[in-house]
C-alpha cells in the first residue's frame, strides 16, 4: 500500500456521494451505493445509448419522451393500461427491437393523455392484440419499417385513439393486398398510410 | 351506422379528410354507433373501411362482448373512455 498523499475526508465523502446520487438518478435506486463495488455495479445496470429505463417506477411516468430497445417477440401480458399506460407526461414512445405483439389482453400503453407519437419500426407480421387504446393526443402511429413487413391487426387495436390528426402508417410488402382487414381498427377518424417495406413509397388500394 | 367518405392520392392511401392531391376513394369507413357493431358474417368491428360495393353486406348490430376481452376493456372498445 502506497500512502502517498493526503486526503480530506470529508471532501472525500462528499464527492463519492455526489458521484453516487449521478448514478442513482440514472438508475432510479435509492439505496447507499458501497464503494468500488456498489458503483461498478449499479453503472453496469445502467443501459446503454439513449434508452430510458422504464419499470415504469416512481417518476418515471412523468418523463416526456420513452425511446428503448426491447428483445424480440413479446407474448407476456403488460395487462389492460399497458405497459406504459397512464404515464401522464409521455409524448413520444418509441420502441425498437420489438417484432411481435401476441397478446389480446396486453397491449403497449393506454390512457396516456399527451402521448402524440408512437413508434414501432421493428413490428412485423400479425399483431393479434390491442396496441394502443384510449391515447385521444395521438397523431402519429408507426408500426413496421422497410424490412418489417406487417401482415395485419387485431380488430381493435387502436381503440379509442379517435383524434382527428392521427396519421397510422403501416409497412406492408408489395405483394399485400390492402388495405388490411379491419382497419382502421378502431381508430375511427384516422388516417392510414401504407408503405411499401421494400422502399418506402406509399402505396394507394 | 355512419359512412364517411375516404380519399386517396397526395400522400396518403385512405383519408376521411379531404385535402389537395386526394381523391374520392372506392372505399367507405363505416363506423358504428355507439353501443354498436358492425357485423359481417363472423367479422365484427367498430369501424372498418370497405368497398362501396361490399357496403351492403355489413350490417349493424348490438355490441357482443369479445369472450376474450374483459368488461373494462369492452367498454372502452364501445365508448372510446379510459379503461
Given at each position: 500500500m502506497a500512502l502517498d498523499k493526503l486526503v480530506d475526508s470529508a471532501q472525500l465523502d462528499s464527492d463519492l456521494t455526489s458521484v453516487a446520487n449521478a448514478i442513482r438518478a440514472k438508475s432510479g435506486g435509492s439505496g447507499s451505493l458501497a464503494f468500488p463495488a456498489g458503483f461498478v455495479s449499479e453503472i453496469g445496470n445502467i443501459p446503454s445509448g439513449e434508452t430510458y429505463l422504464m419499470a415504469?417506477?416512481?417518476?418515471?411516468?412523468?418523463?416526456p419522451k420513452i425511446e428503448q430497445t426491447l428483445t424480440g417477440y413479446v407474448t407476456n401480458n403488460y395487462g389492460q393500461?399497458?405497459?406504459?399506460?397512464?404515464?401522464?407526461?409521455?409524448e413520444e414512445l418509441i420502441i425498437h427491437g420489438l417484432t411481435g405483439l401476441n397478446n389480446?389482453?396486453?397491449?403497449?400503453?393506454?390512457?396516456?393523455?399527451?402521448?402524440k407519437k408512437l413508434l414501432l419500426p421493428d413490428l412485423a407480421g400479425?399483431?393479434?392484440?390491442?396496441?394502443?387504446?384510449?391515447?385521444?393526443?395521438?397523431?402519429e402511429i408507426q408500426l413496421g419499417s422497410i424490412g418489417h413487413a406487417m401482415t395485419g391487426l387485431y380488430a381493435?387495436?387502436?381503440?379509442?385513439?379517435?383524434?382527428?390528426n392521427l396519421v397510422i402508417t403501416i409497412y406492408v410488402k408489395d405483394t399485400e393486398t390492402i388495405?388490411?382487414?379491419?382497419?382502421?381498427w378502431g381508430a375511427t377518424n384516422a388516417t392510414i398510410v401504407y408503405r411499401s417495406s421494400t422502399d418506402g413509397s406509399v402505396r394507394t388500394p | 351506422m355512419t359512412t364517411l367518405k375516404l380519399y386517396t392520392g397526395g400522400g396518403i392511401s385512405l383519408s376521411p379528410v379531404s385535402a389537395e392531391g386526394r381523391t374520392e376513394s372506392s372505399y367507405v369507413r363505416l363506423v358504428a354507433e355507439d353501443g354498436m357493431m358492425l357485423k359481417k358474417g363472423e367479422q365484427y368491428a367498430v369501424c372498418v373501411d370497405v368497398l362501396k360495393t361490399d357496403v351492403a353486406n355489413w350490417s349493424e348490430t348490438e355490441y357482443i362482448d369479445?369472450?376474450?376481452?374483459t368488461d373494462a376493456e369492452a367498454f372502452a372498445i364501445i365508448f372510446g373512455g379510459a379503461e
Open positions: 415504469p417506477k416512481t417518476g418515471q411516468y412523468y418523463v393500461t399497458g405497459r406504459w399506460g397512464g404515464c401522464e407526461d409521455l389480446v389482453s396486453g397491449r403497449i400503453c393506454a390512457s396516456c393523455p399527451k402521448l400479425s399483431a393479434n392484440s390491442f396496441v394502443v387504446t384510449s391515447c385521444t393526443a395521438l397523431t381493435n387495436a387502436f381503440s379509442g385513439c379517435t383524434n382527428e388495405p388490411l382487414a379491419n382497419s382502421p | 369479445d369472450p376474450d376481452l
